[in-house]
């Protein structure tokens, strides 16, 4: 393996080098605690029975900004 100095990478270096981690990991080796399958779940039946509010990336963003 080589050595890599991130501070020389630029942005768009280090996100491809993510990707490329990202890509290498075993996603089947990777389970979700039970915790984590219950809260997918509850949200899950929010969503299938229609309590769930979404917004839109223009929401999101305005909220943002106000909160910035």
Known sequence: MSRIE???L???EKILLVERIWDSI???SVELTTT???ELDR????YSSGEMKFS???EVK???ENNA
């Open 6 to 8: 991130l501070g020389k």
């Open 10 to 12: 630029s942005n768009a």
């Open 26 to 28: 075993d996603k089947k």
């Open 36 to 38: 984590q399958k219950k």
């Open 43 to 46: 949200r899950l039946e929010k």
């Open 56 to 58: 839109t990336w223009e």
């Open 62 to 64: 305005a909220r943002l």
